[in-house]
Nanobody, 121 residues
Framework: QVQLVESGGGSVQAGGSLRLSCVAS????????MGWYRQAPGKQRELVAI???????NYADSVKGRFTISRDNAKSTAYLQMNSLKPADTAVYYC???????????????WGQGTQVTVSS
């Protein structure tokens, strides 16, 4: 099993910045991807940013140019630097990973418990 623990959420005024962190732990052979999703009240969960092996990244159009995802593979950690925050960014942010638990084994998806980000105008 894999556990994901997020940190760094909080409240900030519009235009401010926050940095989210997510640490993966457990019996992990290889992490194939780590990323962030978010869910605002009354809305579906949506992809924010994800980085796959080979440093390929994908961002939601709404955050391009403002958010940056990065990974520290040695620490099994992903970060989301969020700048120029807007009230529309208010949501619970979930860390997400696709990991292989053994050589030649299947890959599985895991989710963190979520961290609240609130941006006030």
């Amino acid at each position: 099993q894999v556990q994901l623990v997020e940190s760094g959420g909080g409240s900030v005024q519009a235009g401010g910045s926050l940095r989210l962190s997510c640490v993966a732990s457990g019996t992990i052979f290889r992490i194939n991807a780590m990323g962030w999703y978010r869910q605002a009240p009354g809305k579906q969960r949506e992809l924010v940013a994800i980085e796959t092996n080979g440093n390929n990244t994908n961002y939601a159009d709404s955050v391009k140019g403002r958010f940056t995802i990065s990974r520290d593979n040695a620490k099994s950690t992903a970060y989301l630097q969020m700048n120029s925050l807007k009230p529309a960014d208010t949501a619970v942010y979930y860390c997400y990973t696709i990991a292989r638990l053994s050589s030649g084994g299947y890959t599985y998806q895991y989710w963190g418990q979520g961290t609240q980000v609130t941006v006030s105008s």
